[in-house]
């Protein structure tokens, strides 16, 4: 099934470069780039800096976008059970009271599928909206070159900054995030229109962090274990929904 996947992401990008930068991406500020079952950029310590990318330069680019963020609690929750504590994204609190059950995006009867594939739902996740995009930076693409953004006043990638906190989930849990816009009309209103490839979306290191804060003590601790929790499939799906 592993093989099967990778073949499909392969013959996905053929004719492309893999440096191309999508129209949508995240990354964090001194992130690392995970490849292999994972496929995104971890966090490496607590607090961190989140960013959400947008090619101003794509067809699929247009001035007041909704943008929304989801933030799912890996590795996956049950319905009901309130047992992965809570984390912070610009100082709010998100906890099993305020959160929703089953796949992205939030009040849909029937979901079209697009963040199905992730294999990390159904979870307990929240979903952020923004519109605004107050940075600029130079164009870059976070799986070849992870870590945050950098400022030019001319840049054509625009981006908005989220400050996450992760000291309130139990050990062993983590956060995953996803970007996307939605469609605004048609039979599928409110459904996933653009997303940010599997290969460029962001996650939480993970709570046990220890106290030297090396990258190689901090990723060998978590990304092993969730790596068994977690597991892209579908390779770099196309962003469109069919």
Same mark, same amino acid.
């Given at each position: 099934m592993k093989l099967l996947h990778s073949l499909v992401g392969a013959i996905a990008i053929l004719g492309q470069s893999s440096f191309a930068i999508p129209f949508l991406q995240l990354d964090?500020?001194? !992130?690392?780039?995970?490849?292999?079952? %994972?496929?995104?950029?971890?966090?490496? !310590?607590?607090? &961190?800096?989140?960013? =959400?990318?947008?090619?101003?330069?794509?067809?699929d680019y247009s001035a007041g976008l909704t943008y929304y963020l989801s933030a799912a609690i890996v590795p996956q929750t049950t319905d009901g059970v309130n047992d992965f504590g809570s984390?912070?994204?610009? !100082?709010?609190?998100?906890?099993?009271?305020?959160?929703?059950? !089953?796949?992205?995006?939030?009040?849909?009867?029937?979901?079209?599928?697009?963040?199905?594939?992730?294999?990390? &739902?159904?979870?307990? *996740?929240?979903?952020?909206?923004?519109?605004?995009?107050?940075?600029? =930076?130079?164009? *870059?693409?976070?799986?070849?070159?992870?870590?945050?953004?950098?400022?030019? =006043?001319?840049?054509?990638? =625009?981006?908005?900054? &989220?400050?996450?906190?992760?000291?309130?989930?139990? %050990?062993?849990?983590?956060?995953h995030f996803d970007l996307y816009t939605k469609y605004t009309s048609g039979n599928k209103e409110g459904g996933v229109h653009k997303k940010a490839p599997y290969s460029h979306d962001a996650q939480s290191n993970g709570t046990s962090v220890p106290d030297d804060g090396s990258p190689l003590a901090l990723l060998g601790m978590s990304v092993i274990g969730l790596a068994a929790a977690r597991r892209k499939i579908g390779g770099n799906a196309t962003d469109s929904a069919s």
């Open positions: 964090i500020g001194g !992130g690392v780039y995970i490849g292999g079952d %994972e496929e995104s950029v971890f966090s490496v !310590g607590n607090p &961190f800096t989140l960013y =959400a990318l947008v090619d101003t330069d794509s067809g984390f912070t994204v610009d !100082g709010n609190t998100y906890d099993f009271n305020n959160m929703t059950y !089953g796949i992205p995006p939030v009040g849909l009867d029937s979901n079209p599928g697009l963040l199905g594939p992730h294999d990390i &739902f159904d979870t307990h *996740y929240a979903e952020i909206s923004f519109s605004t995009l107050p940075g600029l =930076a130079t164009p *870059y693409n976070s799986e070849n070159n992870p870590g945050g953004p950098t400022d030019d =006043a001319n840049g054509t990638l =625009a981006y908005q900054s &989220f400050t996450v906190d992760i000291s309130g989930l139990v %050990e062993g849990s983590s956060v």
